[in-house]
């Protein structure tokens, strides 16, 4: 198995817990975690009690302070890493780090997947099973990548090579392709879910006009994700030649 600065984590960790030193690491964790729990709450209670007015923004806001959670607590223990790590080991952070990100990875999918897909409140069967999936494979990565496995499984990615058209491309090509075109579709869905809602409340602009701009602004946001996606991953564009 390829020797990673992460495979030997959980071996490192045992070890120190003899440790006393453990302690501070396992305090500044807390800490961390405690504090980024109540900066977003405090933002949240603060745009909901000032701000009643702002309407959308506020919902907005409210609902992205789940997100901000684990954002901040990510940020300060990235930042009480190299501090602790003056003094003694912080195996238990550098563990801590890929779990809190891959946390607040899930919770920033979910407020994207719902802030497009969901509306009136009611979230359906398929978005919750999609939630679900999409969190095991999260995790299911976050554990690879903690345990070593990862640079394995892109070595066997990369041999895999499968012929497209008149190209080849390895699996790890197509699947990053797909992944970064999925990204990419959401953010632009989302942005322009974004700009439907604003564009709806401006009164001046005709109904008619107002549905036209937001799907038209809407189109060209998914057609520029999809372009960008592909070429930022290094597919030539004329590849897709074969499925038009």
Same mark, same amino acid.
């Given at each position: 198995?390829?020797?990673?600065?992460?495979?030997?984590?959980?071996?490192?960790?045992?070890?120190?817990?003899?440790?006393?030193?453990?302690?501070?690491?396992?305090?500044?964790?807390?800490?961390?975690?405690?504090?980024?729990?109540?900066?977003?709450?405090?933002?949240?209670?603060?745009?909901?009690? +000032?701000? @009643?007015?702002?309407?959308?923004?506020?919902? %907005? &806001?409210?609902?992205?302070?789940?997100? =901000?959670? !684990?954002? *901040?607590?990510?940020?300060?223990?990235?930042?009480?890493?190299?501090?602790?790590?003056?003094?003694?080991?912080?195996?238990?952070?550098?563990?801590?780090?890929?779990?809190?990100?891959?946390?607040?990875?899930?919770?920033?999918?979910?407020?994207?997947?719902?802030?497009?897909?969901?509306?009136?409140?009611?979230?359906?069967?398929?978005?919750?099973?999609? +939630?679900? @999936?999409?969190?095991?494979?999260?995790?299911? %990565? &976050?554990?690879?990548?903690?345990?070593? =496995?990862? !640079?394995? *499984?892109?070595?066997?990615?990369?041999?895999?090579?499968?012929?497209?058209?008149?190209?080849?491309?390895?699996?790890?090509?197509?699947?990053?392709?797909?992944?970064?075109?999925?990204?990419?579709?959401?953010?632009?869905?989302?942005?322009?879910?974004?700009?439907?809602?604003?564009?709806?409340?401006?009164?001046?602009?005709?109904?008619?006009?107002?549905?036209?701009?937001?799907?038209?602004?809407?189109?060209?946001?998914? &057609?520029?994700?999809?372009?960008?996606? =592909?070429?930022?991953?290094?597919?030539?564009?004329?590849?897709?030649?074969?499925?038009?």
């Amino acid at each position: 198995m390829t020797t990673t600065p992460l495979s030997s984590l959980w071996l490192d960790l045992w070890s120190d817990l003899q440790d006393p030193g453990m302690l501070w690491q396992i305090g500044a964790l807390v800490v961390c975690v405690v504090i980024g729990w109540g900066l977003a709450r405090a933002l949240r209670a603060a745009v909901v009690v +000032e701000n @009643v007015q702002l309407g959308m923004m506020r919902v %907005g &806001v409210e609902s992205f302070a789940r997100v =901000l959670s !684990p954002l *901040l607590a990510l940020t300060l223990i990235a930042v009480a890493k190299p501090l602790l790590g003056k003094w003694q080991h912080v195996n238990l952070l550098r563990v801590a780090i890929p779990l809190v990100a891959s946390f607040a990875l899930i919770r920033l999918a979910f407020y994207v997947l719902r802030r497009i897909f969901v509306r009136g409140g009611q979230v359906g069967s398929f978005m919750l099973l999609f +939630e679900k @999936v999409f969190a095991i494979l999260v995790w299911a %990565g &976050v554990a690879l990548y903690i345990t070593g =496995l990862w !640079p394995e *499984l892109i070595h066997y990615l990369e041999e895999i090579v499968i012929p497209v058209g008149r190209n080849k491309m390895s699996l790890l090509t197509i699947l990053q392709a797909a992944v970064s075109v999925v990204v990419t579709l959401l953010l632009a869905l989302w942005a322009g879910a974004t700009f439907e809602e604003r564009l709806m409340q401006l009164d001046t602009v005709h109904s008619s006009l107002r549905a036209v701009m937001a799907r038209m602004g809407r189109a060209l946001l998914i &057609v520029t994700a999809v372009l960008l996606s =592909l070429s930022s991953v290094g597919i030539d564009l004329t590849v897709l030649s074969v499925f038009g």
